[in-house]
């Protein structure tokens, strides 16, 4: 069960205003207390004779007893629910596809109630429990089984829980450079879960000192943990001083890749000339002259990246051409026979297989994913040398880690190294900025910019883009609306995904018979995204006729080091098109060779007795056996459904259209993936998204109570606020210098103080009893200060009460007072002479 906790947003102030609590100060201490709690919860169930273990995400406490059969049969029904909306809105008269997100939202509450209540009707809950314990063919006994757990002293209890907690947070630093050190607090009340609370809340702060004391382990090696105060990373937080963690590890490999890159982009010893270059643009054939700006532009990255060092980087927007740039300099580089007399050899490297691949329309052959090609590397398979010139794609999703291994093979090779990329689009999974690193290294001369696009054809379809770009994502979609590109789709995922599915289908045909060559292309966010709208538009493509009739269904799973590996069943026929999961060996026109890479889509052209059919891009028809497709532990195919992408496998796609599919709504996006979904086509992307999801987020972003109905233009800044939020990746550097600045300001005001030392006079008093004096002396003024008024009051009182009294005295004098006598003559005296 989770634990609600209910807190009173008001607060009234010590000078008698009226707030609201600082609920942003308490969410990552909510997380805390809940996990707290848990462990409370354990430790009770425990004493019970209870058995307790963690949960499958190592956040909470379970019953053993229970089996998980009967846990998903006991919880809330909500496709029940759904399914009873719908039938209600049906025998109303109404097309739940067609009302709004807000009826639909009304009529699932009400839907709600009356599933609890023809749930319960006469009988009491306990006996319901049981009907359905027997329906499942479970019957529940007790479970207090009088479980012995062993006694552990302390240190063996907070050991335990630190091992726990330096688990959790090595998982975390892998994905980020640095995390809020309320973290380590989570981590260590969870840690706690499993070996119980004796010292109340100071347990937590008995693992967190070890774990700071300890470090962990991380990357296979044993790292120190660095704090520092220092400002939150992202601008939509609030510019407070937060206090962040970074460890040993990753401030090195960032210091590494600093001083790595700004070594190599001094060394120009491989560099072209000017004349070499001119020669290589004119011959190439291409056209810079239709488009001006952007041609002079190319032209000056091209310069840039060719007379550059041994690392140049090239930023470069979605659909800028950096591939039609890299022809001429492909072909200098071929010609280049100062190191070999056969011409430098290039080597196009990225993340994914599908990216590398893109770069062979620049002309470059050799072509490898980037995992592979370090692999090949340590292995000896491939030994660069100063000829070699490697050129690297989409370097946004490379982290510093591996960027840094290739920076260190440059050093001992001399190979030469071009980056190319953009910082705005998909980033690294891994922890850190390359690209922000690269940055900062790189004089400006390393640097160049492309920051306009061809790949759309409209002007219009190019500003709309370059909005997602620079995170003006309300103006971009209503102009998307204002055009009828962007629409809200009503229904439940299952129904978003059909009519993602149906619009798919039409825009292909439409495309087909119009004679379109890169056709239409679909991303979503997600891999299960992916498969059910790939599901839907297998649907439809095989009642048309289009897939056969030999379908037979497998078992697969998605790569093990996929961020969100799980198994899946996947029918598989004739006609169907597939995406591949590893680099995968065909027999082609009868020799071994390639058929596909990790992310590629081939078609099934039919089977055989011993595999597949499958044709490529390219429109190679290759045998592949199962043992090919096969994962080696699991038995599993590798493979997945092909008709839509995930956005960060998209990313370097070109098509005429795109659609950019939300079926879960907004809340999973960014400016990074928004702009690489809405950069993909020549021509127009459809942006297609679920409304009752995007309502549902709007419902629960506003504040329990708040009556005021959600319209329309509330979904859309929702979704646009989504689209617009940039979470750029901290970087250990950062934190370093926080440190750093810190260390500073404690020493200037060491120094200071000094100086004012020795500069008071002589005479001075005691500077630390002045001090002191100062203090006491504000400490009564702040406290005499309020009684001021009430004592001049008083004094003012008394004074009056005074000066009557001394009048009345005076007149009773002045009557008791006898008559003063005749005055005597005077005498007069001489004055005294000044010669005396």
């Not at 169930?45 to 019953?63: C, H, N, P, S, W």
């Amino acid at each position: 069960d989770h634990i609600h906790n209910a807190l009173f947003n008001l607060v009234v102030t010590g000078e008698g205003h009226i707030g609201s609590l600082d609920t942003q100060r308490l969410h990552a201490r909510v997380h805390e207390f809940g996990a707290f709690a848990q462990a409370v919860l354990a430790d009770e169930l425990r004493a019970l004779g209870i058995r307790v273990a963690y949960d499958d995400k190592e956040q909470a406490a379970v019953i053993l007893a229970i089996p998980q059969f009967a846990n998903e049969a006991f919880s809330k029904s909500t496709h029940q629910v759904l399914r009873n909306a719908k039938a209600f809105a049906a025998g109303q008269g109404l097309d739940w596809d067609d009302i709004s997100a807000e009826k639909k939202a009304e009529i699932l509450r009400e839907a709600a109630a009356a599933a609890r209540l023809a749930k319960h009707g006469e009988k009491t809950d306990h006996k319901i429990w049981r009907d359905q314990a027997e329906a499942m063919g479970w019957e529940h006994s007790t479970v207090m089984e009088d479980a012995r757990i062993a006694a552990l002293s302390n240190e063996e209890r907070f050991e335990r829980a630190y091992a726990f907690a330096a688990k959790h947070l090595a998982e975390e630093f892998h994905t980020a450079a640095a995390i809020d050190h309320d973290r380590l607090r989570i981590h260590a009340a969870r840690g706690l879960i499993g070996v119980g609370v004796a010292g109340g809340v100071k347990d937590i702060d008995r693992v967190v000192e070890l774990i700071e004391r300890k470090g962990i382990d991380l990357h296979g090696e044993h790292v120190d943990l660095v704090a520092a105060w220092a400002k939150r990373e992202n601008p939509e937080d609030e510019p407070r001083q937060v206090l962040r963690v970074t460890n040993s590890a990753q401030i090195r490999v960032e210091e590494s890749l600093r001083d790595h890159a700004a070594r190599a982009a001094l060394d120009t010893s491989g560099a072209l000339a000017a004349g070499d270059i001119r020669r290589a643009i004119e011959a190439s054939g291409l056209d810079f002259d239709s488009e001006p700006e952007h041609g002079a532009a190319q032209k000056a990255a091209i310069y840039a990246l060719g007379q550059g060092g041994a690392l140049s980087l090239l930023t470069g927007v979605a659909g800028a051409g950096k591939s039609t740039l890299l022809r001429p300099l492909v072909a200098a580089w071929k010609a280049d026979t100062r190191f070999d007399a056969s011409g430098r050899e290039i080597v196009g490297v990225s993340t994914a297989w599908r990216q590398a691949d893109a770069l062979q329309d620049a002309g470059i052959d050799r072509t490898r994913a980037l995992e592979p090609f370090l692999k090949s590397v340590e292995a000896g398979e491939f030994v660069p040398t100063r000829n070699t010139i490697l050129v690297i794609d989409e370097i946004s999703q490379i982290a510093p880690r591996p960027m840094l291994r290739l920076l260190e093979l440059q050093a001992e090779t001399g190979m030469t190294i071009k980056a190319l990329g953009d910082r705005e689009q998909a980033q690294a999974i891994e922890a850190g900025d390359t690209i922000e690193i690269l940055r900062r290294a790189l004089p400006k001369s390393a640097q160049p910019e492309l920051l306009t696009a061809v790949r759309q054809v409209d002007r219009r379809d190019r500003q709309i883009a370059g909005m997602f770009r620079d995170s003006e994502a309300e103006t971009a979609l209503a102009m998307k609306r204002a055009e009828g590109t962007a629409m809200l789709i009503g229904g439940d995922f299952d129904q978003v995904a059909a009519k993602i599915a149906d619009f798919y289908v039409s825009r292909r045909d439409i495309l087909d018979a119009a004679g379109s060559k890169r056709g239409i292309t679909i991303s979503a966010p997600t891999n299960e995204d992916a498969a059910a709208i790939s599901m839907a538009i297998r649907t439809r493509l095989k009642a048309r006729g289009e897939i056969g009739a030999d379908e037979t269904v497998y078992k697969a799973i998605t790569p093990r080091g996929a961020k969100e590996p799980h198994a899946f069943d996947l029918p598989i026929a004739t006609g169907d098109h597939l995406r591949l999961y590893r680099y995968t060996w065909a027999k082609i026109d009868g020799k071994e060779g390639p058929i596909g890479y990790n992310g590629h889509v081939v078609k099934v052209m039919g089977k055989t007795a011993g595999g597949l059919l499958l044709q490529n891009a390219k429109g190679q028809i290759g045998e592949v056996e199962w043992r090919r497709l096969t994962d080696p532990v699991t038995k599993r195919l590798m493979l997945g459904f092909g008709h839509a992408l995930t956005i960060d496998a998209a990313q370097g796609v070109t098509s005429d259209e795109h659609i950019d599919a939300l079926p879960r709504g907004s809340a999973g996006i960014t400016a990074f993936k928004a702009y690489v979904a809405e950069s993909r086509a020549r021509g127009t992307t459809w942006t297609m998204i679920s409304e009752a999801a995007v309502h549902e987020a709007e419902r629960r972003s506003r504040a329990l109570g708040d009556a005021k109905p959600i319209e329309a233009d509330d979904l859309w800044k929702r979704t646009a606020a989504d689209m617009a939020s940039k979470p750029y990746k901290s970087l250990a550097l950062d934190l370093v210098e926080a440190c750093r600045r810190t260390q500073e300001r404690s020493i200037d005001s060491f120094i200071e103080q000094g100086r004012t030392f020795h500069r008071r006079p002589a005479d001075a008093l005691d500077p630390g009893r002045m001090a002191r004096e100062r203090v006491r002396s504000k400490i009564a003024t702040e406290e005499v200060a309020p009684h001021i008024a009430d004592l001049a009051a008083g004094v003012e009182g008394n004074a009056a009460l005074l000066r009557e009294a001394k009048k009345n005295l005076e007149s009773r004098l002045d009557k008791h007072r006898p008559e003063p006598p005749s005055p005597a003559p005077s005498i007069v005296r001489p004055s005294p002479s000044p010669f005396r």
